[in-house]
C-alpha cells in the first residue's frame, strides 16, 4: 500500500488550488481515504473523508463549505480543493487510508508523506 | 465534536525511563481510541488501536488502557528511537478528532 501525495506549493491569498493524493496497492474503491491538517508546530486536525466507491463524503464542521474532497476512481486519486486560500491554510496536509482492522474500529493505517502549503502575500 | 485533552503537552524522559502519556474524551468513546507516533519530519505512524490493541510491528514495549472517557499509552522503558510526538485519536464519532499531541523528548 502505497498513497503519494503531490509536491510543496506557495501559493497567494485568495488563489485556488488542488492538492492530490495517488493510492497504489489495494482496492481503491473499497477503503475511506481522509485529509489531516497538522499547521506548523500544532496537532492533527481531522478534516474529512471520502468513500472512493460512491463519493460518498463526510466533512468535519471545522472544515465544511472551506475545502472540497473529491475523488477520481481511474486514477486512484483523491483531491483537496481550495477555491480561495488564506493564510490560515498554511499547514502541512496528509491523506490517510482509513481501515478496520477489527470489527468496526476505524484506524488510519497508511499516510501519505505529506503536502506543505504555504499561503503568503 | 468530541474533544480530545491529552497531557501534558511536552515531556523529557531518560532511556529506560517509563512513560505515561493520558488522554481524556468529552464523552465516552468505549474503546474507540488510537495511539499515533509522529517522528519528526514524518507522517504519524498507527500504534495502538481499539485502546489496546499493538498494530503489527510496533516493539512490546507500549502499550495502551482505559475505557470510557480516560486513557493512557504507557512506554515501558523508554528508548532513543522514541523521540517523537504521540496523538490519541477517538474513532466513536465523526469528526474522528485527535489530541493535541505530546512532544516526548529524550535526556
Known amino acids: 500500500v502505497q498513497l503519494v501525495q503531490s509536491g510543496a506549493d506557495v501559493k497567494k491569498p485568495g488563489e485556488s488550488l488542488r492538492i492530490s493524493c495517488q493510492a497504489s496497492?489495494?482496492?481503491?474503491?473499497?477503503?475511506?481515504i481522509a485529509w489531516v491538517r497538522q499547521k506548523p508546530g500544532q496537532g492533527l486536525e481531522w478534516m474529512g473523508f471520502?468513500?472512493?466507491?460512491?463519493?460518498?463524503?463526510t466533512y468535519s464542521p471545522s472544515f465544511q463549505g472551506q475545502v472540497t474532497i473529491s475523488a477520481d476512481k481511474a486514477i486512484n486519486t483523491v483531491y483537496l480543493h481550495w477555491s480561495s486560500l488564506g493564510a490560515s491554510d498554511t499547514a502541512i496536509y496528509y491523506c490517510?487510508?482509513?481501515?478496520?482492522?477489527?470489527?468496526?474500529?476505524?484506524?488510519?493505517?497508511?499516510w501519505g508523506q505529506g503536502t506543505l502549503i504555504t499561503v503568503s502575500s | 465534536d468530541i474533544q480530545m485533552i491529552q497531557s501534558p503537552s511536552s515531556l523529557s524522559a531518560s532511556v529506560g525511563d517509563r512513560v505515561t502519556i493520558t488522554c481524556r474524551a468529552t464523552?465516552?468513546?468505549?474503546?474507540?481510541i488510537n495511539w499515533y507516533q509522529q517522528k519528526p519530519g514524518k507522517a504519524p505512524q498507527l500504534l495502538i488501536y481499539?485502546?489496546?490493541t499493538l498494530q503489527s510491528g510496533v516493539p512490546s514495549r507500549f502499550s495502551g488502557s482505559g475505557y470510557g472517557t480516560f486513557f493512557t499509552l504507557t512506554i515501558r522503558s523508554l528508548q532513543p528511537e522514541d523521540l517523537a510526538t504521540y496523538s490519541c485519536?477517538?474513532?466513536?464519532?465523526?469528526?474522528?478528532?485527535f489530541g493535541q499531541g505530546t512532544k516526548l523528548e529524550i535526556k
Open positions: 485519536q477517538q474513532s466513536h464519532t465523526a469528526p474522528h478528532t
Open positions: 490517510a487510508r482509513q481501515s478496520r482492522p477489527y470489527g468496526d474500529y476505524e484506524v488510519f493505517d497508511f
Open positions: 471520502i468513500y472512493p466507491g460512491d463519493s460518498d463524503t
Open positions: 464523552k465516552i468513546i468505549s474503546r474507540y
Open positions: 496497492g489495494y482496492t481503491f474503491s473499497n477503503y475511506y
Open positions: 481499539a485502546g489496546s
